[in-house]
Nanobody, 120 residues
Framework: QVQLAESGGGLVQAGGSLRLSCAAS????????MGWYRQAPGKERELVAT???????NYADSVKGRFTISRDDAKNTLYLQMNSLKPEDTAVYYC??????????????WGQGTQVTVSS
């Protein structure tokens, strides 16, 4: 019954910035971790960044130093601040929440995605 909804995507020039938001219908505190993923046409979906409920973050090498993932439990919202954008960042960006159901067992919740296009 948990729903995630991304917003903030759009068209931006190389070197510009965007902030993506992911609003949850319920408390995001219930997620063991949350993350941002992206998928370009003809490519497999790839992990961009993750954040645990305790605040520990992890980033793909391609975005380190440029992107920042954060969460606001009071607002039930996940964010992705994207700076110094490059054309290769162009993709549909998805928000995911992972909920632990038991040892090695998770339930994943996905948003519908938001398009980010970076022009050169």
């Amino acid at each position: 019954q948990v729903q995630l909804a991304e917003s903030g995507g759009g068209l931006v020039q190389a070197g510009g910035s965007l902030r993506l938001s992911c609003a949850a219908s319920g408390s995001i505190f219930s997620f063991n971790y949350m993350g941002w993923y992206r998928q370009a046409p003809g490519k497999e979906r790839e992990l961009v960044a993750t954040i645990r409920s305790g605040g520990i973050t992890n980033y793909a090498d391609s975005v380190k130093g440029r992107f920042t993932i954060s969460r606001d439990d009071a607002k039930n919202t996940l964010y992705l601040q994207m700076n110094s954008l490059k054309p290769e960042d162009t993709a549909v960006y998805y928000c995911k929440g992972a909920m632990a159901r038991g040892p090695l067992r998770f339930t994943d919740y996905w948003g519908q995605g938001t398009q980010v296009t970076v022009s050169s």
